[in-house]
């Protein structure tokens, strides 16, 4: 399969440099015009989906098995130096160290002029964007350095106050599958991101800190560290499923672990080996663990069927990151003076002491566009189950033989995740190269006082860094990337769950449908100006 993967990848690319050209590019501040109308443009990007669909009919066939080749970085000096763990030791205490300056920068720096205080930069610039781009390069940075479980940790060892994270009866596990609170957390955090206006203020944001760290360290407290950050840690469970399709995977060689192990995200290779479970990991002994480098997204191909809440939870990580590039467009600004003209947004405006209606009309686009994914991905889901009703799925994990819409939806979501990774990266890339600059200067000084403490107080931010025909490519690039992979991903899917050829290519002709229009909708709203409300 391995070889097939490259002939794929290779004519993915040359079809997509070739469809290539530039627009009025969404966030880039200059305009570029197409030598063809734009909707041959969004045509011929769907075209390249649609054309990788058949490059995989053709190159994989029949070949269900996970041949794809590892290398393993425990065997290499480099590897080995890397999980010392006494280097791993140096990486959790700057880890602990940083998260606890920033926070008191919050409290105690400038707020006056909020981007000389390091910390909104690091939460909006360095955590949340750069920090998901290397888990989907790279792998879960976050699971190492992760400052709630590991001052939780350490007070565990050190007080025996947290309920210890030993290994319960496999009987459980149905108990804990459930990601409903990391649901209800990032749908608070979304609505932070887009919404709140108090995001950038230093004060503000170290209190919210504050508070969801109590949280956290609660739900540790009486569920278990481990538990916790697997079910009600949002940021934990993204950027893991973020690391699914990344370079990197680790597991545990000896299955003893993974047969007692109650984390949602254990689960057992076709070589009888535990993979990508933090928990078995940690608890093996060094003889018996392996981290390997993989072939980009096969991390995504697991054996268990996902809940409905972690379901729920990937498709709410796509419809805010969408909604998020959509509400800088010219139709969300039309949707939004229809709305603000209605008597149920002045009263509502009226009875909340509103200064204007921006953030009560965002808040609701927010809590729709959910909706409306989770029902356009159930439609074709529908069709999925109605195209291969004839047919019976292969015993996975969890699956009945014959699979419903809801079953459907569970099976392939984790394909999706590409395409998050995909507008993510389009969304942010620019954002990042620049303002992520602004870290350089602000460890100098952090809490903007006039320190210079490294000698780079002084570096100014290159805005011509990223060039805006570098930054129009490489968006398009990603998104017309992310949904080929999402459709090679999903193919192999289907061989792993149905038995017959027929039924595996019935149940790609919805899910090709799928991820064509929304690769066109991705690069309409990428080529629209920015309309700020």
């Not at 459930?178 to 990032?186: C, E, G, T």
């Not at 099976?411 to 890339?429: E, N």
Request: charged fraction near 15%; hydrophobic fraction near 55%.
């Amino acid at each position: 399969m391995t070889r097939s993967i490259l002939y794929f990848l290779a004519l993915a690319n040359f079809l997509l440099f070739v469809m290539i050209s530039p627009v009025n590019a969404h966030a880039f501040a200059q305009r570029y015009d197409l030598p063809v109308p734009l909707w041959l443009y969004l045509l011929g990007a769907g075209a390249t989906v649609a054309i990788s669909f058949l490059v995989v009919i053709i190159f994989l066939g029949r070949d269900k098995e996970d041949d794809t080749p590892r290398l393993e970085l425990l065997r290499t000096p480099v590897g080995r130096i890397l999980s010392h763990r006494y280097f791993l030791l140096l990486i959790k205490i700057f880890s602990v160290f940083f998260f606890l300056t920033v926070i008191i920068s919050g409290l105690f720096g400038t707020q006056t002029l909020p981007e000389k205080n390091i910390l909104p930069t690091t939460v909006w610039v360095i955590w949340w964007v750069g920090l998901a781009f290397f888990s989907a390069l790279l792998g879960d940075l976050w699971n190492l350095v992760n400052p709630w479980r590991i001052i939780a940790e350490w007070t565990s060892n050190i007080t025996c106050r947290y309920r210890p994270v030993s290994f319960q009866k496999k009987k459980t596990l149905s108990r804990f599958s459930s990601v409903w609170p990391a649901v209800i957390v990032f749908a608070g955090f979304s609505w932070a991101e887009l919404v709140w206006p108090d995001r950038a203020i230093p004060y503000s944001l170290a209190i919210a800190i504050i508070i969801y760290s109590v949280i956290t360290w609660i739900g540790m407290y009486f569920k278990g560290i481990e538990e916790w950050l697997s079910q009600g840690e949002a940021f934990t469970i993204l950027y893991g499923l973020f690391a699914k399709f990344s370079r990197i995977e680790y597991r545990v060689i000896n299955n003893n672990y993974c047969s007692s192990c109650y984390h949602i995200e254990c689960q057992l290779n076709k070589k009888n080996n535990c993979t990508d479970c933090s928990l078995c990991f940690r608890k093996a002994v060094s003889t018996e663990r392996r981290i390997d480098l993989r072939p980009y997204g096969i991390g995504l191909l697991t054996n268990q069927v996902p809940s409905i809440s972690m379901m729920l939870f990937i498709l709410l990580v796509l419809a805010t990151v969408s909604f998020d590039g959509f509400a800088d467009t010219s139709a969300w600004r039309n949707i939004f003076d229809a709305m603000v003209l209605t008597t149920f947004i002045r009263e509502l405006t009226h009875l909340l002491d509103l200064n204007n209606s921006i953030g009560l009309i965002t808040s609701l686009g927010i809590i729709v566009a959910p909706f409306i994914f989770f029902i356009v991905y159930m439609i074709f889901c529908f069709f999925v189950s109605l195209l291969t009703k004839n047919f019976s799925a292969d015993n996975m994990h969890g699956l009945p033989r014959n699979i419903s819409a809801i079953h459907v939806a569970r099976v392939f979501v984790y394909t999706l995740i590409p395409i998050a990774i995909a507008y993510h990266l389009a969304h942010f890339l620019t954002f990042f190269l620049i303002y992520g600059q602004q870290i350089i200067p602000l460890l100098s000084d952090p809490f903007g006082y006039g320190w210079d403490l490294f000698g780079t107080a002084t570096y100014e931010v290159d805005i011509a860094f990223v060039g805006a025909k570098f930054a129009w490519i490489s968006s398009v690039t990603a998104i017309v990337i992310g949904h080929v992979v999402a459709v090679f991903l999903s193919h192999l899917m289907a061989m792993r769950v149905f038995d017959n050829r027929s039924a595996v290519l019935r149940s790609q002709y919805p899910m090709l449908v799928l991820m064509v229009g929304y690769t066109m909708i991705s690069l309409w709203i990428l080529s629209q100006p920015i309309v700020e409300l």
